[in-house]
Every structure is written in structure tokens, then in C-alpha cells.
């Protein structure tokens, strides 16, 4: 009986290090775009981007794997899956930016990408830290914290994107436009993904305290 509890407790641990684990490619992968974007002609950039996504993947696929061999999980099960998924859904966002540079040929930095990308490593750097505090939900004004500061790194993501689309319009290359406003978007998107893990993880500091 007392391995049987052993066992228990080593994959409660086992998923949440995971968990973090995944959360920290968010911030690698983010890192890298920033990188990506300060040199579009560095092209292993898209390489490596594209290798932690598929990292990322696997990480998943182990997490919601090892939610549905353990019987007693460290916090709901739903709760866990949604917060991998949120996770992964900024990676893939992410992916999808550095992929639309290259299969565009974008070749100079768009206006404002630079600044977007540095608040999304911001806000990734965010979930991480709200994500490895769920192994032990002692100080929740703290995780809430971290919540409402990705919230306001995604307004201020909110302002850059406002600002590269006026700038965009000016343009009178309508292809320059549509590939351009499609990045802007998924760049939107990514901080939109990294509030949706911040919602997840509120909630569960809320019906845990």
C-alpha cells in the first residue's frame, strides 16, 4: 500500500514539473522570435522555433497521457488540460508568426513586430512563473498578480497592433498589406492565448483558496 501512494505522488509531481516544463518553452520559443525578428535573415531561426513547437507537442501529449493513467491528480483534471492546451496554443501561435515570415519572404522588420514580440516574451515569461506555482498554491495574491500583469502586457500588445495597422494602411502595396496585417494578427492572438492561461490559472487559484 505505502508504494501505491509512492506511486501516486511521484506522478502527481511528475505532471506538474511537466507542466512547467511546457511553459517554459512558451518563453523559449518567444525568446527566439524576438531573436528571429532582430535578424530575418538569420534563417535557423524558423528551424529552431519550429523544433521547440514540436517539442512542445510531445510535452503535451505526455501530460494529458499521464492525466489519464493517474487516479488521483494534484488539481482537477480538467483544470490541468486546459491550462497544457492554453499553453500550447500560444506555442503554435508562435509558430504560426515565424512561419508566415518566411513562407511571406518577409526580408525587414515589420514596424512595431519587434515591440509585440518582446511583450509576448513578457507575457510568456508570466505564464511560466504562474505555472510553476501551481505545485504549491501558498501565496495566491501572488499568482493573481501574475495574471493581471499578463493582462496588461496584452493591452499594450493591444496599442502596438492599433498603431503597426494605421501604419500599414498607409502602405499602397495591397499584397504588403495582407501579408503583413495576417502576422500582426497572429502576433495579437499569441498575447490573447497567454491571457486565456492566465484566466485558467485564476480559476483554479480561486476555487483552491
Excluded at 29 to 53: A, F, G, P, Y
Excluded at 165 to 183: G, R
Amino acid at each position: 500500500m505505502g508504494q501505491f501512494f509512492s506511486w501516486v505522488k511521484s506522478n502527481e509531481k511528475e505532471i506538474l514539473v511537466t507542466l512547467d516544463d511546457l511553459a517554459k518553452k512558451s518563453v523559449q520559443i518567444s525568446e527566439e522570435l524576438v531573436i528571429m525578428l532582430t535578424d530575418l535573415k538569420i534563417h535557423e531561426c524558423h528551424k529552431k522555433i519550429h523544433s521547440i513547437e514540436t517539442e512542445a507537442d510531445k510535452l503535451v501529449r505526455d501530460i494529458f497521457s499521464e492525466l489519464n493513467r493517474t487516479f488521483i491528480t494534484p488539481l482537477d483534471r480538467e483544470d490541468m488540460q486546459r491550462v497544457a492546451s492554453k499553453i500550447d496554443d500560444t506555442i503554435d501561435h508562435i509558430d504560426g508568426i515565424s512561419a508566415r515570415l518566411q513562407s511571406y519572404k518577409i526580408t525587414t522588420t515589420p514596424p512595431y513586430a519587434l515591440e509585440m514580440a518582446n511583450e509576448l516574451v513578457k507575457a510568456t515569461k508570466e505564464v511560466e512563473l504562474m505555472t510553476s506555482k501551481l505545485r504549491n498554491i501558498k501565496n495566491p495574491s501572488s499568482m493573481i498578480e501574475h495574471c493581471r500583469k499578463t493582462s496588461d502586457i496584452e493591452h499594450t500588445v493591444d496599442d502596438l497592433y492599433s498603431a503597426a495597422i494605421t501604419k500599414l494602411f498607409e502602405s499602397k502595396d495591397p499584397i504588403e498589406i495582407i501579408k503583413l496585417k495576417d502576422i500582426y494578427e497572429k502576433m495579437e492572438s499569441a498575447s490573447d492565448r497567454c491571457v486565456d492561461v492566465a484566466d485558467v490559472v485564476e480559476d483554479i487559484v480561486l476555487k483552491y483558496t
